[in-house]
C-alpha cells in the first residue's frame, strides 16, 4: 500500500535518518563524502558490492531477495519499501500483488497525476530501502557506491545463503 503524503510515511523516513543515521550524497563521486559512511547502524550488519553482478543474476535478484525478506518474516510482519525522495509503501513480502507500481491521481501534476514506483532490490539510481516496520532487519541499497547494506541477524544469515550465486562480494 502507498503510504506518500501520510504521517506515516514521515515518521517512517524520520526514523531513517535517526536510527540509521541516513547521509545521503547526489554525487557520483563526492570527494567530500570520502570515508564518510552513508549509514551508522548500531546492529551487526554486513555490506556488499554488487558492481560485478551478470545480467542473468539481475534477474534473479528480485525473486531471490523477496524469499530472504518472506523467511524473515513470521507471517503478519509487514515491510516498507522506500525509494528515496520519492515513493514509499507498507507492504507484505509474501503478496507480490502488493510490490506493484500504482498510479496517483493528483491535479497537481500534468496528466493528473504520477506513477508511484515500487522500488527494486537493485538500487538503480536512487537510494532503495527494504526495512521490516519494527526496524530489526533491512535491506538498504546505495547506488552510487554500488553496495547493499544487510541488518539484523535474521535477514543477514538468509543473505549469507545467496550472495555468491547473486555475484555479490562482501567488503565488511
Known amino acids: 500500500m502507498l503510504i506518500d503524503n501520510t504521517q506515516e510515511c514521515d515518521e517512517v523516513w524520520d526514523k531513517i535518518y535517526a536510527i540509521l543515521k541516513f547521509n545521503p550524497s547526489c554525487s557520483y563521486r563526492d570527494h567530500s563524502m570520502i570515508g564518510i559512511l552513508p549509514f551508522e547502524i548500531n546492529l551487526p550488519y554486513s555490506v556488499y558490492a554488487i558492481d560485478s553482478m551478470t545480467d542473468k543474476q539481475l534477474d534473479l535478484m528480485d525473486e531471490w531477495v ?12 509487514e515491510w516498507y519499501a522506500l525509494d528515496w525522495q520519492h515513493s514509499t509503501f507498507r507492504f507484505d513480502p509474501q503478496k507480490i500483488e502488493e510490490q506493484q507500481s500504482v498510479w496517483v491521481e493528483d491535479e497537481r501534476y500534468f496528466g493528473g497525476g ?14 532503495h530501502f527494504f526495512i521490516d516496520v519494527d526496524f530489526k532487519n533491512g535491506y538498504l541499497g546505495h547506488p552510487w557506491r554500488q553496495e547493499i547494506w544487510i541488518f539484523g541477524a535474521k535477514l543477514e544469515e538468509e543473505i549469507k545463503k545467496i550472495y555468491k550465486e547473486l555475484g555479490w562480494k562482501r567488503i565488511n
Open 66 to 77: 523477496r524469499n530472504s525478506l518472506v523467511a524473515c518474516t513470521d507471517g503478519r510482519k
Open 114 to 127: 504520477y506513477n508511484a514506483y515500487f522500488p527494486s532490490f537493485y538500487p538503480d539510481g536512487d537510494y
